[in-house]
């Protein structure tokens, strides 16, 4: 079975062709509500079937480091 | 998968809404929602000042982008917070760029240039935070936005949290049984005591619905995260948060829906805490802190430290 490659950060992962994008997600091990896919260029959904000759990128959609619990107070709350 | 407004090729599917849509079409339904949420928490209107709180991230130029399509009056602000491994370099340029591509104009408070150290610097010589400057970044950046935007003149801040953002906090809140916390956590804060009124336009737009935005719309944003943001615990929070969504959709959003009906309903009025601000005897910024506010005395360690002659906290103007 052909095979194609998907690149997520500076990683890349061999999947089968003729399963969904969201499948091959799973199957490397991410969260499908974690990433996005760009297709040859183009945002598509992840029941997009993946054929021969894709090229697949996952885009992180997770950021944050430390949040406040609340904003209600500035620099001098303590 | 097909657009549901014209059967063309979806680019998004937002199964929390039932929704998939092309990018067409995405990029007008996403300002739409973003403008039914500002009027329905009366967040700002068309005649006020907003500054918009820009990181170079996608949240934030996603927001200003938007903001700026509906026809709101923004400015942005940038901190240049001093991080290593080029992050403040290329958030600032990418910043820069978005700013001068759509004749906005953007504040820049570099911190270092401002008061004589990094965010990163004044955290090791303040001794707080355990290690991590994050504690430090917050509590400034929170100083600075407040006094940039009152300085300027304007009516409201709007930064670019968003649902997932919230909800995360609101996790983690929850767990801590923090009652004062929760009673404060809102979509708007309105202005009391030396506050400016605070907004979070992106509070029900999912984290993933940003991303899409800024792809489809081509917005060059700073993808590599903070390299302190590293194992925190809003990371840990989102990705528990991302598993639920992924096994029930619309379990982040309900989470945060429920919460803001329980907490109109009054769930946690007895949780609200009456803290006593009144103006930092040196730079009249607002504290709880008896005398000097905590930005002044923190700021303070820093020049006998680095035995440097930084500007007073309280003579620095921010915008100028």
Same mark, same amino acid.
């Given at each position: 079975?052909?095979?194609?490659?998907?690149?997520?950060?500076?990683?890349?992962?061999?999947?089968?062709?003729?399963?969904?994008?969201?499948?091959?997600?799973?199957?490397?091990?991410?969260?499908?509500?974690?990433?996005?896919?760009?297709?040859?260029?183009?945002?598509?959904?992840?029941?997009?079937?993946?054929?021969?000759?894709?090229?697949?990128?996952?885009?992180?959609?997770?950021?944050?480091?430390?949040?406040?619990?609340?904003?209600?107070?500035?620099?001098?709350?303590? | 998968?097909?657009?549901?407004?014209?059967?063309?090729?979806?680019?998004?599917?937002?199964?929390?809404?039932?929704?998939?849509?092309?990018?067409?079409?995405?990029?007008?339904?996403?300002? #739409?929602?973003?403008?039914?949420?500002?009027?329905?928490?009366?967040?700002?209107?068309?005649?006020?000042?907003?500054?918009?709180?820009? !990181?170079?991230?996608? $949240?934030?130029?996603?927001?200003?982008?938007?903001?700026?399509?509906?026809?709101?009056?923004?400015?942005?602000?940038?901190?240049?917070?001093?991080?290593?491994?080029?992050? !403040?370099?290329?958030?600032?340029?990418?910043?820069?760029?978005?700013?001068?591509?759509?004749?906005?104009?953007?504040?820049?408070? $570099?911190?270092?240039?401002?008061?004589?150290?990094?965010?990163?610097?004044?955290?090791?010589?303040?001794?707080?935070?355990?290690?991590?400057?994050?504690? =430090?970044?917050?509590?400034?950046?929170?100083?600075?936005?407040?006094? /940039? /935007?009152?300085?300027?003149?304007?009516?409201?801040? /709007?930064?670019?949290?968003?649902?997932? $953002?919230?909800?995360?906090?609101?996790?983690?809140?929850?767990?801590?049984?923090?009652?004062?916390?929760?009673?404060?956590?809102?979509?708007?804060?309105?202005?009391? $005591?030396?506050?400016?009124?605070?907004?979070?336009?992106?509070?029900?737009?999912?984290?993933?619905?940003?991303?899409?935005?800024?792809? =489809?719309?081509?917005?060059?944003?700073?993808?590599?995260?903070?390299?302190?943001?590293?194992?925190?615990?809003?990371?840990?929070?989102?990705?528990?948060?991302?598993?639920?969504?992924?096994?029930?959709?619309?379990?982040?959003?309900?989470?945060?829906?429920?919460?803001?009906?329980?907490?109109?309903?009054?769930?946690? @009025?007895?949780?609200?805490?009456?803290?006593?601000?009144?103006?930092?005897?040196?730079?009249?910024?607002?504290?709880? @802190?008896?005398?000097?506010? !905590?930005?002044?005395?923190?700021?303070?360690? =820093?020049?006998?430290?680095?035995?440097?002659?930084?500007?007073?906290? #309280?003579?620095?103007?921010?915008? @100028?």
């Amino acid at each position: 079975m052909a095979t194609v490659k998907i690149k997520y950060r500076d990683k890349e992962y061999e999947v089968n062709t003729g399963m969904t994008v969201r499948d091959a997600i799973k199957k490397i091990g991410l969260e499908p509500e974690a990433v996005l896919a760009v297709m040859n260029g183009q945002l598509v959904t992840d029941d997009t079937i993946i054929e021969e000759g894709m090229k697949i990128k996952l885009v992180a959609v997770v950021s944050g480091g430390l949040l406040p619990r609340s904003f209600a107070l500035t620099g001098g709350e303590r | 998968m097909k657009c549901r407004k014209c059967g063309g090729k979806a680019v998004l599917n937002m199964r929390q809404h039932k929704l998939a849509l092309c990018g067409e079409h995405y990029l007008e339904w996403l300002p #739409e929602q973003i403008e039914r949420f500002i009027e329905k928490y009366k967040m700002f209107t068309r005649q006020e000042k907003v500054l918009v709180a820009v !990181s170079g991230g996608k $949240d934030s130029l996603g927001l200003w982008d938007i903001l700026h399509r509906l026809g709101y009056h923004t400015e942005g602000l940038y901190i240049g917070l001093g991080i290593e491994q080029d992050y !403040s370099d290329s958030s600032r340029r990418l910043s820069e760029q978005f700013a001068a591509e759509r004749g906005l104009t953007l504040n820049i408070v $570099d911190v270092e240039e401002k008061f004589g150290a990094t965010i990163p610097e004044l955290s090791v010589i303040s001794n707080r935070g355990r290690g991590k400057p994050c504690s =430090v970044c917050g509590l400034n950046k929170r100083y600075i936005m407040n006094r /940039a /935007a009152l300085e300027g003149g304007f009516d409201a801040l /709007a930064t670019g949290h968003n649902l997932d $953002d919230e909800v995360a906090v609101l996790m983690q809140n929850t767990f801590n049984w923090a009652g004062g916390y929760l009673a404060r956590q809102a979509p708007v804060l309105p202005a009391h $005591d030396g506050l400016v009124r605070k907004t979070k336009p992106l509070c029900r737009i999912y984290e993933r619905e940003m991303t899409a935005y800024c792809l =489809v719309r081509g917005i060059e944003y700073i993808y590599e995260e903070c390299p302190h943001a590293e194992g925190s615990s809003t990371i840990y929070y989102k990705e528990i948060l991302n598993k639920m969504e992924g096994d029930r959709p619309g379990a982040k959003l309900q989470f945060y829906l429920s919460f803001l009906q329980a907490k109109e309903s009054g769930l946690f @009025a007895n949780a609200e805490e009456k803290v006593d601000l009144h103006p930092c005897a040196r730079c009249g910024q607002p504290t709880s @802190a008896p005398g000097d506010c !905590s930005f002044c005395r923190m700021w303070d360690k =820093v020049k006998l430290v680095k035995k440097t002659v930084a500007p007073q906290p #309280e003579l620095v103007s921010m915008l @100028a």
